[in-house]
Each structure stands twice: as C-alpha cells, then as structure tokens.
C-alpha cells in the first residue's frame, strides 16, 4: 500500500515515527523535513494533489490541532480529510464519509494512539449505500 503524508513542524516527530511503525506502506512522504517552522497549507496541498493526481490513494497529514491542515486539505476537489483522535473516529470517517486523507493533531494524541488511529483507518472501508448519497452531495 502507497500513502501520501505530510506534516508541519508541530507534527514531524509523530510523522517520523508512523513511518517508522508501519514498515509495510509505501510512504510517499511530502514533508515537512525537520521540526523547523513551515506553513502547513503546503504541506495540506502537496498530500491532496499525491491524491488529485493518483500517485496515491489515502493519506495522512498532521499538524498541532489537525484543523488548519484538513482546512488546506479539503479545499481541493474530491478531497475528504477528517479528523480523528480515536480509533472510532478514524473507523467513521472512512466508512461513513469515505475519507481519503486522516487528519491528526499531534498535541493532543501520544504515539500509541496514533499508531491506533492510523490502523483503524487503514482497516476500515467505505460502506457506500446511504452514505454514497451523502457523500455525493459533499462537492459544491
């Protein structure tokens, strides 16, 4: 499996460390590249074009609160970031509005359960039916 991710600098180390957890996916990782400041829409944009330009099928972003980087994310046609700090809010966000980009805020999550998190995303699938629906409606 290929995986788009990016972080800013709030979210390096956690970025650093998935990707040292889950040895079986294919990062495509988009930066940042060390815990200097950078300014996280760049790194929301490069993660949503890997998807917009099928180089990837999900992905991950991360950033201090994961809400100004799924903001950047979900500008972009056909992008669905969602938030998540609990593995059922992961699980949700897949099967009921078929995410393709997992959102986490670094500050407030620890290590063990992002890695939890980020499992249940990767487990979960969009159930369609009813939700197809809704989702269709998501694009203005």
């Known amino acids: 499996m290929k995986l788009a991710i990016g972080c800013d600098h709030a979210g390096?180390?956690?970025?650093?460390?998935?990707?040292?957890?889950?040895?079986?996916?294919?990062w495509l990782d988009k930066g940042c590249y060390s815990p200097d400041s950078v300014d996280y829409?760049?790194?929301?944009?490069?993660v949503a074009r890997s998807i917009e330009d099928k180089e990837t099928e999900l992905?991950?972003?991360?950033?201090?609160?994961?809400n100004g980087i799924s903001i950047a994310a979900n500008k972009h046609a056909g992008i669905r970031a969602a938030?998540?700090?609990k593995p059922e809010l992961a699980s949700l966000a897949r099967q009921h509005n078929d995410a393709n980009i997992l959102s986490?805020?670094?500050?407030?999550?620890?290590?063990h359960e992002?890695?939890?998190i980020v499992k249940a995303y990767l487990e979960a699938s969009?159930?369609?039916g009813r939700h197809q629906t809704r989702v269709d409606k998501i694009s203005c």
């Open 59 to 66: 992905g991950i972003l991360i950033c201090g609160s994961g």
């Open 104 to 111: 986490l805020p670094a500050r407030f999550i620890s290590e």
């Open 12 to 26: 390096f180390s956690l970025k650093e460390f998935l990707k040292s957890n889950f040895n079986e996916i294919d």
């Open 83 to 85: 938030i998540a700090w």
């Open 41 to 46: 829409p760049d790194l929301a944009h490069a």
């Open 126 to 128: 969009f159930e369609g």
């Open 114 to 116: 992002a890695v939890e």
